[in-house]
């Protein structure tokens, strides 16, 4: 059987990248969807341990072409990492994804018990429904989709309702809701297929076939907290996008999984809560270890990974010392 295919959103930076390279370790075909182009490259570039080969200048135009055909010259190095303003003037947000649509290459390799594992970087604007169809076409024409990882979000300021910026609830809602919507609407019915092909070509019958929807909400979902209101409603929301799927999808070989960080500390996240502000973003982690872009990795695959009559409907995952959405042992 051939591995599996999954779209990865926000694979830029942070847990959506950690999950992409996890994903591809394990034997997955990932396609790693973003709006930075250069990361994206040099994350398929870096696959650590496989004799990688680059290939570029693929887009929806291009569907004719078999995917992983040699388009262009082999990317070599690595990217090297931004500095907090150039990642802040590059990428408005740490995962919300923005431009337009187009795979600049098939990275390829081997792991060491022959399973194929790959990562194909795709140019994404979440909020775009031209970007989002630009890329169920290509994946309607190279192979179709067999899960969804919808990481791509972000939160914008920590102020109390009184003087929060509309602007920034807008942004919050327009990238964490609808883009999570807009994805998970378009790829759904590539979903679908890919169970009734496993189903007709004789390897798997329900429920030993299924396809996956992975929404990467947050403890925010769970509960308020003060200065927090329109990040946790946009969280809000998108639990309840992803627990309504869930019910509407009763008795489809499709599993709706929510997983739910608490505090993470990955390169940009608060970074760009701040606005550009170092010294506050770290302080949101000093005096206790916070989890990091790959443990949150591990516990996707992890749900990825169970028996297909397994939905794992949330997976709340905070550090030891976070007891809440408001109390954190410090030291």
């Known amino acids: 059987m051939a591995a599996k295919r999954v779209l990865v959103t926000g694979a830029s930076s942070g847990i959506g990248a950690a999950t992409a390279r996890l994903l591809a370790e394990q034997g997955w075909q990932v396609v790693a969807a973003a709006r930075r182009l250069d990361r994206l490259e040099a994350l398929a570039a870096e696959f650590a341990g496989y004799a990688s080969s680059s290939t570029a200048g693929r887009s929806s135009t291009d569907l004719n072409q078999p995917p992983g055909e040699p388009l262009g010259e082999a990317l070599v190095g690595r990217l090297s990492e931004s500095t907090a303003t150039e990642a802040l003037q590059s990428d408005g947000a740490a995962n919300a994804e923005g431009s337009t649509g187009g795979l600049t290459g098939d990275f390829t390799g081997r792991l060491a018990d022959g399973s194929a594992g ?180 591990e516990a996707i695959a992890w749900t990825l990974s169970r028996p297909p009559h397994v939905n794992i409907d949330h997976l709340v995952v905070r550090p030891v010392a976070q007891v809440s959405n408001w109390q954190t042992a410090r030291a």
């Not at 929301?237 to 739910?260: C, D, F, H, K, N």
């Open 118 to 297: 790959s990562i194909e970087p795709f140019e994404l604007d979440i909020t775009s429904d031209d970007s989002v169809a630009s890329l169920v076409d290509y994946l309607k024409h190279s192979g179709g989709l067999d899960a969804v990882v919808n990481n791509a979000g972000g939160a914008f300021g920590l102020d109390p309702v009184a003087a929060g910026a509309v602007a920034d609830w807008q942004h919050m809602y327009d990238i964490n809701v609808l883009g999570t919507l807009r994805v998970a609407q378009s790829v759904l019915p590539l979903l679908r297929a890919s169970v009734a092909n496993v189903e007709a070509a004789g390897l798997g019958t329900r429920p030993a076939a299924c396809a996956d929807v992975v929404v990467v909400t947050s403890t925010a979902a769970l509960a308020p907290y003060v200065g927090g209101a329109g990040y946790v409603a946009a969280k809000h929301a998108e639990r309840v996008l992803a627990t309504t799927l869930r019910w509407e999808l009763a008795g489809e070989p499709i599993r709706v999984i929510q997983i739910e960080p608490g505090a993470v500390a990955t390169e940009e996240f608060s970074l760009n809560r701040f606005d550009g502000d170092a010294a506050r973003a770290a302080a949101t982690y000093q005096g206790f270890e916070p989890l990091g872009a790959a443990d949150i990795a």
